[in-house]
């Protein structure tokens, strides 16, 4: 018992100290495109932890979608990291032109992906894959199209 607390804490202190600089910047904002085209919001609430909001449509779909992510910098590239997430989503989706067949979406999202931010620029790109599944309605074709690009302006 006294090791497993021991390898715990050690553990512990090795996440904390590997996870001090992970972040280059505090919050952004900018434009997902993609299969979930929209806005994307992202913040820091931790070295290492982070709050993505994404606001997608179309004509015929809406969603809104929060994750919360784990984002680490990979060894010896300056500016680019990795990260992974989940959360949840809400919206609605109009499936067919010639009729009303609307139906109400909510459900959950995983996000991996990877992040460059320019050193001497305040932009930053990221290449995701955010499957999700719904579980209202039996409307599922998320897993396939989840892959995005977010191009976004950072607040430092």
């Given at each position: ?60 779909y809406?969603?809104?979608t ?8 990979v ?36 996000i ?16 995701d ?28």
């Amino acid at each position: 018992m006294k090791l497993q607390k021991l390898l715990f804490a050690a553990l512990l202190t090795t996440a904390f100290a590997t996870t001090l600089n992970a972040q280059q910047y505090n919050s952004s904002l900018g434009v997902r495109l993609g299969y979930d085209n929209g806005v994307t919001l992202k913040h820091f609430f931790a070295p290492a932890s982070a709050g993505e909001f994404i606001i997608a449509f179309s004509p015929n779909y809406f969603q809104a979608t929060g994750l919360y992510e784990y984002q680490q910098p990979v060894p010896d590239v300056r500016g680019l990291d990795w990260y992974l997430g989940l959360g949840g989503h809400i919206g609605g989706i109009h499936k067919h032109k010639d009729r009303y067949d609307g139906t109400f979406l909510i459900g959950a999202d995983l996000i991996g992906g990877i992040e460059y931010t320019f050193p001497q620029a305040p932009f930053n790109i990221s290449l995701d894959w955010k499957p999700s599944i719904n579980f209202t309605q039996g409307y599922n074709d998320y897993w396939y199209s989840g892959f995005a690009l977010s191009l976004r302006y950072t607040f430092r």
